[in-house]
C-alpha cells in the first residue's frame, strides 16, 4: 500500500521557515529596497527610472505588507494533540486526535492522524479517514467544539488491522490524563 504522508511544522520557528512566512518578508524586503531606490532616483532627477520603481513599489507594497502582517497574526496557531493512542504492535506508531481552529472565525475542527515521530520539530505523519464520534458507536458527540466528552473516549481502537490503546489525553482545562490499558 503507498501511503501519502505529508509534513507539519511543530514549532513557530519551522512553521516561519514553511508556510510561506519567510517568503513574505523577503519579498517586503525587496519591495521596501525598490521604493528607496526609487526615491533616490528621483532626487537624482532620473525620471526614467524613478517612476516606474516608485509606481510597481508603491503598488505592490501595501498588499504585501498586509498579507505579511495577516500572516504574522497566525503564526504559531499549530495543531493541539489532544488524544493519543498507541499501536499494540508497534509502540513508537500512533494516533493522534488534533484540535485546531480555522481562519478568521476560528471554526473549530479536529482531525486524526498515524505518526511515528511524536516529539519532533518537523513530523512527518499520514491523515487517516477515522472520526472518533462514529468510532464509539454512539449517538452522542465524543468530541466537539472545545470539549471532550472523557467517559466516551474509546479506550481501545481498531484502525487498519492494528489494535491502537489509549495512551493519554489532554483536556481543554489542562489536565493531562495518563491511561494504564495493556
Do not use: C
Not at 529596497?33 to 524613478?50: A, H
Not at 498507541?86 to 476560528?106: D, F, I, M, W
Not at 487517516?128 to 452522542?140: E, I, P
Amino acid at each position: 500500500m503507498w501511503a501519502s504522508y505529508r509534513y507539519e511544522p511543530r514549532s513557530a520557528f519551522a512553521q516561519f521557515l514553511l508556510e510561506g512566512h519567510l517568503l513574505l518578508l523577503l519579498l517586503l524586503m525587496v519591495l521596501v529596497f525598490l521604493y528607496i531606490e526609487g526615491i533616490y532616483y528621483l532626487l537624482m532627477v532620473k525620471l526614467k527610472k524613478s517612476t516606474p520603481l516608485l509606481i510597481y513599489s508603491d503598488v505592490l507594497l501595501l498588499p504585501v505588507g498586509i498579507a505579511f502582517f495577516l500572516s504574522l497574526k497566525f503564526l504559531g496557531d499549530i495543531k493541539e494533540d489532544r488524544i493519543i493512542y498507541r499501536s499494540s504492535q508497534n509502540p513508537s506508531e500512533k494516533l493522534v486526535a488534533q484540535y485546531y481552529e480555522t481562519g478568521v472565525t476560528r471554526t473549530p475542527r479536529w482531525r486524526v492522524i498515524q505518526v511515528n515521530d511524536l516529539p519532533s520539530e518537523l513530523r512527518r505523519f499520514h491523515k487517516t479517514h477515522l472520526d472518533l464520534n462514529t468510532v464509539s458507536g454512539a449517538t452522542q458527540k465524543v468530541v466537539g467544539e472545545k470539549q471532550m466528552d472523557f467517559a466516551r473516549i474509546p479506550k481501545k481502537l481498531v484502525y487498519e488491522y492494528q489494535t491502537y490503546l489509549l495512551e493519554q489525553t489532554h483536556l481543554f482545562d489542562g489536565r493531562l490524563i495518563k491511561e494504564a490499558t495493556k
